[in-house]
């Protein structure tokens, strides 16, 4: 036993990393463990970032969210929104020395539009009808159908480019062995740790300017936190928002607090009693402080909402704001027949976050007589609940508390599956049954085009009947809560609250 | 000998049996679809149909029973649902964290509360036995989270003494190997106060004492080695349940071990990951008690193996 | 040593024994007043808690503890004082009735088993092994997800830890005491299985049951705690101890009230409830004088 003991410790202390002194290492602080590093088949923000430091795409979206061209120089578009051509970048290479060019990326997206693969992100190529080698350097892709917001779906992380040799080499294993022609280059990942290095053939002269990036999963916020204090990471998120102020005053740490897209919303079941009746779901807006809600619930650390779209969302229009109100809302379930008002269940998830903004609609609609019981769940049985059914005749839930962030960072992602007649539960999110054929007809408008103004008026006519319908309660805006090291430059969280790390980023 | 091992270990295989229909039905009886958890929130009924089919998930439950089962027997513990891994690869990294952390904490804990409960039993009613008895139970009494996260803050924060988790050094060892220690440390010391004062009474002792043996001679020579007999066996127990990983631990100090692999594959349903962690739960379980018995014959050859 | 050796032979009654012996374990008997002053308190919560156990004040969020607010506020601004009053109510119940259950269901199957013996104990022993086996995080998940989330079926989670211990206790003494003189007599006269089992065998496993009731008490609530860590515990604003633990962890550091308090509680009850039960067992196992 002390023998086997012994030689644990030795074993231990060797396998100790040593740290090497001068190489500039950022260590990134997460959540949660990654899923994989397969581009085209994740869908969580975690991973997605972390292949984001390995590949890259035609097409990305800046730490603002504005559309940059990558591994692409620019892009043509027919005035019907279905034929792209995209003018390539010469001279790059995969980091396992394969040539980047029109085949690759033909590959690429072939590979991952391709519904035998099984890939989770099969779903953003599908208007794809086929992808032509136009000459090494341009390839075009011809859809089926028009689809406005095409080159956002290029800019998604599901359509980063993977090197054609290393999917034909590993097949699915490919997501244990990214090879792509970001800035830094694949070096290990096991269990709670990924580790890469920089891409010493990087195209952009000069750059990267850090040697290694390590992401560590901290579940804990309390413990991440402790991580960046004490020094053994330079970036971490999220913070909790009640947590900011202890690190504001912090002489070596930087807060990140900016707007997100992430909008937060209590889906209304406006198929079901009492939430039919539009006085109903506009009493519930009123009956809420939005800016007491974002005070306790989020230490101030978010926006009052003011439109269906969160501001940040391209074609946001203001629309209004539903000022607290408790007599009107009142008034207003008098009004719908519920005088004394009604009881109802509120679900949500499980995390403490989220369990506070549940009490706290708990208490305001106290407040107007209506009784509220809170049902926290765990992530599975939630997403059962949401999603195992097959039409609004048996929805369970009723009100659910939630958001919804656009993905692809364009309207259309931001707006369609919560809001389109089409997108009712089990196909896309619109968790509040909502259809209105205006909105319906506003929807498909923006898509058609790639005007961009049309697409804006479409885009407006959809946030302006929304608002109108009030199939939520509006509640507010999140912030991308980060922090740094003082040391770190150029490390953002994009509105999409996407870890971003710009080409150029640095550690003094 | 030889004999009675194969005879039990043969008898487990029914037990595993059981484990192994009672995992797989519970698992697939929770509410929530693998398919929909891994497809993500805002993925379309065609990525989750790909997903589902991925996984082998639209055959009947039969069918995927017995493909487990078969596969199970064949050591091809398949892949994990959320990242594509091998499950033997994703447990065998998983496992040599929560292996040494567990042997670190039982180290400490084994030699502090072995001392204590010594202690207690030497200086019984006493005050210095009421004052470790009540050290040593607080152990037992902290939340496990709660403890974990004051200590980084003393010692990780303001101190800055110790890295706040993760496996990397000996030095990320001793946070979390202590608080998950505690709990075991407090029922050591409580067991081997009970074995020894019993010890105590046993005739041998009162003669040695009443022949003049020394007093030190007594505790060390008659009475501690015979106390420790207990105490061993329950160590092979505790090394038991705290080889399954220590889901807050892990949690707090951000170790990458199987109890929070668990947590991350119940919450995401990878029903592959699941099974084959309690399958090796319980087969660990099984060998550990089957060890114990051994122990028992080794110690005192009065015990046959039938 | 010495009441080792100068140990009266007098013969008192079993009761009257464990009353003498238990009177002299000092801890034990301050637990057991504390215990008492927790229960009367929460069962008093509503009577003199000052304020509501739910109740938001939002101009007073996160204060700190004043006479006003004794314990201080929480991000809601309700009085932290109050809510552990309430909570005792919850996390006290959720020990007792978790264990009450999950004991009795243990007491049946080890009696059971350890008096029929044979194949009916090796299925009951085996499935308690699997049980025991099984990582009871795990079990708590599939219960609260089968049967919802709510204080009721975190019960019944944490009950199920306990069954498996409680069977293989009672089952170890039942096979001792089914040898004993007194059993094999009432056997042979006739006595039949059931009563046999409950008139002769039952009270003699009782000590060692009660013993064990009340450090397991003190287990569950910590057990509550910890899934209340994972987000399974008592569905908010329910103010049991270890959810508002949970709740405020990341308080840490900015506003400790939230969590000292309710940890506080938790961790006086516990203790209180282990060395209750360490001097029951002392005073109780005749082996131990």
Known sequence: MLHSVRMLLVALLLAAPGAAYGAKDLVVGVPATLTGLDPADLNDNLSQSAARLMFEGLYNLDEHMKLQPQLAESYEATEDAKEFTFHLRKGITFHDGTPFNAQAVKFSFDRAGNPDNHLKRQSLYVMIDHTDVVDDYTVRMVLKYPFGAFVNDVAHPGALIMSPKSIQEYGKEVTRHPSGTGPYTFVSWSADTLKMKKNEHYWKQGQPKIDTITYRTVPENGARIAMLQAGEAQFIYPVPPELIASLQNSPTVTVFNEPSILGRYVYLNNMRKPFNDPRVRLALNYAIDKQAFIKVVFNGHADPIDSPAPQLLPFYEKQGFYAYDPAKAKALLAEAGYPNGFESTLTGGADTLVQRGMQFIQQQLAAVGIKINVEPLEAGVLTAKMFNVKGPEDATIVMLYGGWSSSTGDADWGLRPILYTKSFPPVLSNLAWYSNPVTDAAIEAGLATVDLTKRAAAYAKVQEQAWKDAPWIFLSVDHSLAAYSKKLHGAFMRPDQQFYLRTDASLD | ?306 | MSDVALATPTIRSPSAEFWRRFRRKHVALLSGGVLLLLIVAAAAAPWIAPYGPTTPDYDSVLAGPSWQHLCGTDTFGRDIFSRILWGGRISLTVGFVSVALGGLAGVVLGLVSGFFGGLVDGFIMRLMDVLLAFPGILLAIGVVALLGPGIDNVIYAIAVFSVPVFARLVRGSTLALKQTLYVQAARSIGVRAPMLMLRHILPGTLPSVIVYCSLRVGTSILTAAALSFIGLGAPPPSPEWGTMLAEGRSYLGVADQITLFPGIAIFVTVLAFNLLGDGLRDALDQKLR
């Open chain 2, 1 to 306: 000998m030889i004999d009675y091992l194969i005879r039990r270990l043969v008898g487990t295989i029914p037990v595993l049996l059981a484990v192994s229909l009672f995992v797989f039905l519970f698992v697939h009886l929770l509410p929530g679809d693998p398919a929909r958890l891994v497809a993500g929130p805002d993925a379309t009924p065609q990525d989750i149909a790909a997903v589902r089919a991925d996984m082998g998930l639209d055959r009947p439950l039969v069918v995927q029973y017995l493909r487990y089962l078969g596969q199970t027997v064949q050591f091809q513990l398949g892949r994990s649902i959320k990242t594509h891994q091998t499950v033997a690869e994703l447990i065998g990294e998983r496992f040599m964290p929560t292996l040494l952390l567990t042997v670190f904490a039982m180290v400490w804990s084994v030699i502090g509360g072995v001392a204590v409960g010594v202690l207690s039993g030497v200086k019984r009613g006493r005050w210095q036995d009421q004052l470790a008895m009540v050290l040593a139970i607080s152990g037992i009494s902290f939340p496990g989270f709660w403890l974990g996260l004051l200590l980084i803050d003393l010692f990780s924060v303001r101190l800055g003494w110790l890295p706040t988790g993760g496996y990397e050094s000996w030095q990320s060892f001793v946070l979390p190997a202590f608080t998950l220690g505690t709990g075991v440390a407090a029922v050591m010391a409580r067991f081997t106060r009970s074995a020894f004062v019993e010890i105590t009474a046993e005739d041998y002792v009162r003669t040695a004492r009443a022949k003049g043996v020394p007093e030190r001679l007594v505790v060390w020579k008659h009475t501690l080695r015979n106390a420790l007999i207990p105490v061993i066996t329950l160590t092979g127990l505790q090394f038991g349940f705290l080889l399954g990983g220590a889901i807050v631990v892990e949690t707090v100090f951000a170790w990458p071990g199987l109890g929070r692999l668990l947590v991350d594959s119940v919450s995401y349903r990878d029903y592959p990951v699941i099974q084959a962690e309690i399958l090796l739960f319980s087969f660990e379980f099984v060998l550990i008690n089957l060890i114990v018995d051994l122990l028992y014959a080794v110690v005192n050859p009065e015990i046959r193996l039938r």
